[in-house]
């Protein structure tokens, strides 16, 4: 019993705290102005890899396929992402209630 009130806890304050968390995600405008580093204005797989993306190189992204995700493409990525504009949380670390 007391492992579930944890549990309940930990699961309230991942909900309260979520909205906060999100504050800090940035547009998709300032991850192009930080990831182009040549400036062409596109992210290539090495310019992406060489950034602080969560996520591996979505090349799924590159909707036009030439090689880098453009402003455009790089809302679209956003705007896909569960939550508005990031990319999905991982699955809490919470063990399992014990049985009986």
Known sequence: MKHAR???AALTLMTFAAPAMAQ???TP???MAMVDTNKDGGIDPAEWA???APIPYPAEADTNKDGKIDLAELRALFA???GG???PPPP???APAPQG
Do not use: M, N, R
Request: hydrophobic letters at 50%; aromatic letters at 4%.
């Open 29 to 31: 405008e300032a991850v």
């Open 50 to 52: 060489a950034g602080p």
């Open 24 to 26: 800090d995600i940035p």
């Open 6 to 8: 944890l549990v309940a």
């Open 85 to 87: 504009g990031a990319p």
């Open 92 to 94: 809490p670390a919470v």
């Open 80 to 82: 896909s992402f569960q």
